[in-house]
């Protein structure tokens, strides 16, 4: 069975940048599409990007495009999210998973229910 281990998050200045890890304890991430998610206080958990099994395929929620970028290293096992000009807004707890029944990501906000295996999250805490 998969499991997902998050790694990466901290502190940070508006303006700032961090890289989360996802990196897979056991199993392969190489059959999996991987989206990241992310839940703050309060408030109900939304995706926020996604990357697809081998033809590195993405999706970003319009709140991050163009500042974050999703890649994964099949070699290392790990998918990573480079976020950059952070925000206080984009403060939160983020959480790598898994969907082992898609190939791509779809052209929409990933879905929690479409994702099966969930790491233990990390947070990122965006303030001055």
């Known amino acids: 069975q998969l499991q997902l281990v998050e790694s990466g998050g901290g502190l940070v200045q508006p303006g700032g940048s961090l890289r989360l890890s996802c990196a897979a304890s056991?199993?392969?991430?190489?059959?999996?599409?991987i989206a990241w998610f992310r839940q703050a206080p309060g408030k109900e958990r939304e995706g926020v990007s996604c990357?697809?099994?081998?033809?590195?395929?993405?999706y970003y929620a319009d709140s991050v495009k163009g500042r974050f970028t999703i890649s994964r290293d099949n070699a290392k096992n790990t998918v990573y999210l480079q976020m950059n000009s952070l925000k206080p807004e984009d403060t939160a707890a983020y959480y790598c998973?898994?969907?082992?029944?898609?190939?791509?990501?779809?052209?929409?906000?990933?879905?929690?229910?479409?994702?099966?295996?969930w790491g233990q999250g990390t947070q990122v805490t965006v303030s001055s």
């Open positions: 998973a898994a969907n082992s029944r898609a190939y791509f990501c779809s052209p929409y906000v990933p879905a929690s229910a479409d994702y099966d295996y």
């Open positions: 056991r199993g392969t991430l190489d059959y999996y599409v």
């Open positions: 990357i697809s099994r081998s033809d590195r395929r993405t």
